[in-house]
Each structure stands twice: as structure tokens, then as C-alpha cells.
């Protein structure tokens, strides 16, 4: 648009908030740099051959997928993701309680649209997943922030936040939390925390949106329940999506809640999309009717639990451990770094310099302050190779940065 039709934006067009990633992301492709910096998958573990096969759903079905789909999902894919969701959701959902959307960052979208006015507050976990907060953020949505620590967010710092918030006379919406392997984290938040947490949302009449996206890639530990399956007040929207368990160029997620928020968000995505896209959702369904899914799955949590340990191992050979930390995480994809003595942007300037690349920590802070020493990286995607070497040019980076 020229300068000229500068007076044709709408207000939320000029406070619109661009993703600090996919600006970063420009710098990231230059050539020969390594990238820890996207959350991508892996290609080298996307199941190609099975996911053509599945294609030729198009000729037994091509009549039906070709044409509009209804909005709320393509029905034999909510029935399947009904019945393989039954451990994690503590029963069977009923197709009326899930909407079918276009990836899983949809649904943040339209939970926007349905609940939030401008003005009012979303409670975060501060870090969190920047583009969570910047499609909130698009809707005119203020953020209340929890801290978080190795078991996710501090629950008990919630009644005091919230408490204050209503005596100003704010309206909170929801509270936003993605519970397993948290996006930059890698922590998960603890059963006596999940607990914790509806607790707060009954007492306050608060939603939940609960974000799964990386909850079936664990290597270790004990599956910890959903918060949705501890809820019986139908407070909770669970989000999750075939992107880390599949491959994100489906653009399949899903969500589940009660019936009333669920319609709701389907009228939303009627103005949005109409559908998502039923020749996809048709082929993610074949791929996982033929077991695809199921047989996969132990693949891609046994190829990144390689990727992540190749990286602990780098690090441990190439950092100086007096002046960087970090947690492993037990799945997911990330590696949440504390630098205390170096600032993130300082290192982040010289890393690129060497040509590797993360993600600076005050981009995962939705108010703009915080993360100065710390930085996200991502061990799914770059080959082993790529990993030693960008590791020992961090480690280096590190040491010039002081
Ligand atoms: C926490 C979290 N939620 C949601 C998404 C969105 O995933 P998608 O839209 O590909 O389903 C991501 C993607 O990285 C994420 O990290």
C-alpha cells in the first residue's frame, strides 16, 4: 500500500505487532548459517511415502473432499481424533466438542474472537510463545503475566494478579498455558500445579486454554494428565496439532471444549476459512486410519531424543559451563539457555557474526521486558553435523562476548 492510502488502515492495522522471529528469520537464511532459531520439524523424519499413500484417499473419496466441508471438521477425522485422544482426554470426546482448524495457532485466533474485547487481559506464562501473545495482542488483548520456573508457571502468584486486576476494573478472559514441554522452556507444569491451576480458573470463572502441540513428543519421564481431562466444569479448550506429530505443511489442528465456546469459534472460522482445507484433513485421516500415525510416532520421539541428546553432548564439549546454563528437557523441542553475565542480544550480535543462530529471550516476553540472558534453541532441525559445529561457534561466541 503506498503512503498515500496510509488513511484507508484500520486501527489494528497500525498497531500491529510483526512476529520478532520472522523478522530474525531474514537475517537467519543468509548462506552457510546454522539456524537453531525456528521451531521446525525435522524433514528428514517426515513419513513422505506414507503420507502419499494416503493421498489416494482422493480416488476412493475425491467426490465428497473436493467439494466444501462443513466447518467444524472433517467428521471421520474428529471421530478418529475422538477415539485416539481418549488416554490423553480422560474420556471420549463428542464430535460436537471439536473443531477441526487450520494448525493449532487458528484456534488461538478465534478463541480471540470469541471471548476477548480490546482492553482485556489474558494471563501468560512469562516466557511464552511469542506467537500466541502477538495474535492476542492483534485483538487488543492486555497481558497479565505469571513467572514460571522448572514445574511451569507459579500458580500460587494467580489470585493476587487476578485479585488486582478485577479491583481495577479489568475483565480476564483466559489463561493461556502450554503445559508440556513448554515453547521456549522445555518444562512441563507439574500435576499438583494443573491442579492448582482449575482451582483458580473455577474460583475466578476464568477460561483455560491449555496448548499441547509438543505434549506426544516425551522421551522420559511420566505423562503427566491434561488439564482438561482433571476439569469437570468445562473450563478448559485443549489445543493441539498434527504439525510436531505429522508435519506443520498439513496445517491440521484441533481443539476440544465445551460445546457452547466450540460453536462459537466455528462461526469465526466460517467468516475466516470456511473450512479447512477437507482434501487435507482427508489425507492426515487415511494417514492415520492406516496406522501411520501410531507406527510413526515412536520414530520421530526416537529421532529427537538423538537430536537432543547430540546437542547436551555438544554442549557439554564446547560451552564454558561457568558462564552458561541449562535444562534438558524430557521432549518437546527446545533448550532454554541463561547466560547471567552476558546479555542476550550482546551474544546474539556475535553468533550471527559466526553465522549460527537462536532466538534472543525478550522475544518470548509478552509485555517487552525480560529474557535479557537467556536464548531458545531448537535441536530438532539442524543435522547432527550442523549442531557440533554450530555448537562449538556458540561456545565461542560466548566466550567472546563477556
Ligand atoms: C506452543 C505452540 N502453540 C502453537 C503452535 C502452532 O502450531 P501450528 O499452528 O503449526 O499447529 C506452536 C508452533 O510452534 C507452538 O510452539
Redesign the pocket.
Known amino acids: 500500500m503506498t503512503d498515500e492510502l496510509e488513511h484507508l488502515l484500520s486501527l489494528a492495522s497500525k498497531n500491529i505487532r510483526p512476529s520478532p522471529i520472522r523478522e530474525m528469520l531474514h537475517m537467519v537464511r543468509q548462506p552457510g548459517m546454522i539456524s537453531f532459531a525456528g ?1 521446525m520439524p525435522d524433514p528428514e523424519i517426515f513419513p513422505v511415502e506414507q503420507f502419499q499413500e494416503a493421498a489416494s484417499v482422493i480416488s476412493r473419496e475425491g467426490k465428497d473432499i473436493l467439494q466444501y466441508g462443513t466447518t467444524e471438521g472433517y467428521p471421520p477425522l474428529k471421530e478418529f481424533i475422538a477415539e485416539w485422544t481418549i488416554p490423553r482426554m480422560g474420556r471420549k470426546l463428542t464430535p460436537e466438542e471439536i473443531l477441526i ?8 485466533d478465534l478463541l480471540c474472537w470469541a471471548l476477548v474485547d480490546r482492553g482485556d487481559y489474558v494471563i501468560c506464562e512469562e516466557p ?2 511469542l ?2 501473545t502477538g495474535t492476542m495482542f492483534n485483538h487488543g488483548a492486555r497481558f497479565l503475566t505469571v513467572t514460571c520456573d522448572e514445574n511451569g508457571m507459579l500458580v500460587d502468584s494467580l489470585p493476587g494478579i487476578i485479585e488486582k486486576a478485577i479491583a481495577e476494573g479489568g475483565k480476564i478472559k483466559f489463561i493461556y498455558t ?1 503445559v508440556n514441554f ?2 521456549p522452556l522445555g518444562c512441563d507444569l507439574s500435576l499438583e500445579r494443573r491442579i492448582k491451576l482449575l482451582e483458580i480458573a473455577k474460583k475466578y470463572g476464568i477460561l483455560i486454554l491449555e ?4 505434549g506426544y513428543v516425551r522421551f522420559e519421564g511420566e505423562e503427566i494428565p491434561s488439564v482438561f481431562s482433571l476439569d469437570r466444569e468445562g473450563l478448559v479448550l485443549y ?6 506429530i505429522l508435519a ?1 505443511g498439513t ?3 484441533w481443539c476440544a471444549g465445551r460445546e457452547n465456546i466450540i460453536r462459537k469459534m466455528a462461526i469465526f472460522k466460517q467468516g475466516t476459512d470456511t473450512c479447512t482445507s477437507v482434501v487435507v484433513q482427508a489425507m492426515v485421516w487415511e494417514y492415520c486410519r492406516l496406522g501411520y500415525l501410531e507406527s510413526f510416532l515412536p520414530k520421530i520421539i526416537n529421532h529427537y531424543r538423538d537430536k537432543r541428546d547430540q546437542m547436551e553432548k555438544a554442549f557439554q564439549a564446547y560451552l564454558p559451563v561457568d558462564k552458561v546454563s541449562w535444562l534438558k528437557p524430557k521432549g518437546g ?1 527446545f533448550y532454554w539457555m541463561t547466560t547471567p553475565g552476558i546479555m542476550a542480544g550482546k551474544l546474539f550480535e556475535k553468533a550471527i557474526e559466526k553465522k549460527i543462530a537462536f532466538v534472543t529471550g525478550n522475544a518470548f516476553y509478552p509485555t517487552g521486558s525480560g529474557g535479557e540472558h537467556n536464548f531458545r534453541m531448537c535441536y530438532t532441525f539442524a543435522s547432527p553435523e550442523m549442531t557440533d559445529i554450530g555448537i562449538k561457534r556458540l561456545g565461542e561466541a560466548i566466550l567472546e562476548s563477556e
Open positions: 521451531g482448524t487450520t494448525g493449532s495457532s487458528q484456534i488461538i511464552t510463545f506467537g500466541a502450554i513448554h515453547n496448548d499441547d502441540p509438543y489445543a493441539c496439532s498434527f504439525s510436531k506443520p496445517r491440521v489442528g523441542f
